[in-house]
């Protein structure tokens, strides 16, 4: 459906970094004037009155995979861990290090940076869900820790001492600071796609390292807590990739051809990142897992996250 032609002007003219008003009695905005950024919302949630069916679809799917983290037995892992190699044990607790702190900031970052931007009660519901589903794996990354390893305060803390992986952390991150600082409808077009990069990406080299100790046997527990955290993660990309496809339809005047070859840059940085960081915590020193092979899957994966939102591949 068209955009109306009233609510359209108010994006050439109001105020586009302002937050949506929690309670706003003077709206008038009906069920089809509703954007996903720059609207003017009640503030009221009625889910039976939707526009973007996706939205409900996702959260319905959102709500049967409900799970929870003690739910899984580490009991193994624990005996597990301690017969690991020192390339093993150091990949794993790099692996969790990384996992602990890109949720941990995904949680603050959908709740406080990202929600209050977009002006759609129903995407609101699919991010508050999305957050506490972040907070979920934190907790689950705590039963890890606790459960089998050695140093607790060390893995939690590898983020401040580990070189590379505050680099690689610092880049994400640099984009929500931008849409804090700076609120524009751009940003938050940016802050979407940077959203892709952690959920599409940045999860995956650390989910294959875990696979990879499952298939000889050793850490299976980790590797189910790492399933059901990686179907949420999935599904958090489809949140996005609707959200991205939707406000391009919306407002294409921000979905220009400067815009799209920053935002495949934005992936290419990313893709490296990726492939930079899962070298280092592998070290090639991980049977069934090379240098090559996980260029190979990440490149694979950026090139996938790039068509899913109209772009063309990079690889």
């Known amino acids: 459906m068209e955009a109306n032609p009233d609510i359209g002007a108010k994006y050439k003219t109001s105020a586009a970094s302002a937050k949506k008003i929690i309670y706003n009695p003077d709206s008038v905005e009906s069920v089809q004037q509703r954007r996903t950024i720059s609207g003017n919302p009640t503030g009221l949630i009625e889910l039976t009155k939707v526009k973007y069916q996706w939205a409900i679809r996702l959260w319905d799917l ?11 037995d580490m009991t193994q892992d624990a005996k597990d861990y301690k017969k690991l190699s020192e390339f093993e044990k150091r990949m794993y607790d790099l692996v969790l290090s990384q996992l602990i702190f890109m949720d941990s900031i995904q949680t603050n970052n959908l709740a406080d940076n990202i929600n209050p931007f977009i002006t759609a009660p129903e995407i609101n519901v699919l991010l508050v869900r999305q957050a506490f589903e972040e907070a979920l794996h934190s ?17 939690y803390d590898k983020w401040r001492s580990d070189i590379e ?8 991150y640099e984009v929500y600071k931008n849409l804090e600082d700076n609120p524009t409808d751009r ?4 802050a979407m796609f940077a959203n892709q990069i952690l959920e599409g990406l940045y999860f995956y080299s650390g989910f294959t390292c ?3 100790l499952a298939r000889s046997g050793k850490m299976l527990g980790s590797a189910e807590m790492i399933r059901f955290i990686q179907r949420d993660e999935i599904t958090h990309l489809l949140v996005f990739q609707n959200l991205i496809n939707t406000t391009r339809n919306e407002r294409p005047d921000l979905f220009t051809k400067e815009q799209d070859a920053h935002i495949a840059d934005m992936i290419r940085q990313g893709a490296e990142n990726e492939i930079k960081w899962g070298q280092y915590i592998t070290d090639d020193k991980i049977l069934g897992l090379n240098n090559g092979l996980i260029e190979k899957y990440i490149k694979y994966l950026a090139n996938i996250r790039l068509e899913a939102i109209g772009l063309a591949p990079l690889y």
Do not use: D, R
């Open 62 to 72: 959102m709500l049967a995979n409900t799970w929870f983290p003690k739910e899984v």
């Open 165 to 172: 992986l505050s680099h690689k952390n610092a880049y994400i």
């Open 187 to 190: 940003q938050k077009v940016l």
């Open 210 to 212: 875990m696979y990879i």
């Open 139 to 155: 907790s689950s990354y705590a039963v890890m820790v606790e459960s089998i390893s050695e140093n607790t305060s060390e893995i």
